[in-house]
């Protein structure tokens, strides 16, 4: 079932990354394949003062999708090679997003997009049902718990240019489980 738009909408930027943790991101693939994969790693970007956020030189033609309702998927080109995918998380008006780093089987925010052909075509797409071809899922039912001790924070990977104090803002999560 698709994860409820409560869970990833409106609320702290970090605690949405750390709830993101064990659910399910799911890809209808072209040939009509549909694959989950469990949520392992993810990092928060938080509005226009985070100088590691894509929204801290305002709102662009890039960057305009943050700006929208949660719930959309943010898909941008890095380096130009690896497409990133984050999900929108701010209320309307507010720029804030989540990166999608890694699943269970798949290390990496651009090997995930790489792996799963997730494209900039999936830009502004919803995250919250099917139409898209990709979406969230809550954990299933009998999964186990995600637990405390299984969660590490690190700061984020990759945003020494926004120095120090947003470079080492404790966003990132990794689920470690046994």
Known sequence: MPIK?????????????????????????????VTRHIITETEAYHGETDLACHASKGRTARTDVMYRAGGLWYVYL????????????????????????????????????????????LNGCSALDEAGGLWLEERPAGAPRV????????PRIGVAYAGPEWAGKPWRVVLRMP
């Not at 943790?21 to 799911?26: A, D, P, R, Y």
């Not at 637990?147 to 690190?154: A, H």
Request: a positive charge.
């Open 5 to 33: 738009a409560k869970v990833v909408q409106n609320r702290s930027t970090a605690a949405i990354a750390r709830d993101l943790l064990g659910q399910m991101l799911v890809r209808r693939h072209p040939d009509g394949r």
């Open 78 to 121: 890095c380096y130009g090679v690896h497409e990133m995918l984050n999900l929108v998380t701010g209320p309307v008006g507010f720029p804030a997003a989540v990166l999608i780093r890694g699943l269970a089987d798949v290390s990496g925010p651009g090997r995930l997009t790489r792996v799963l052909g997730i494209g900039r075509g």
């Open 147 to 154: 637990l405390k001790r299984w969660i590490q924070t690190t």
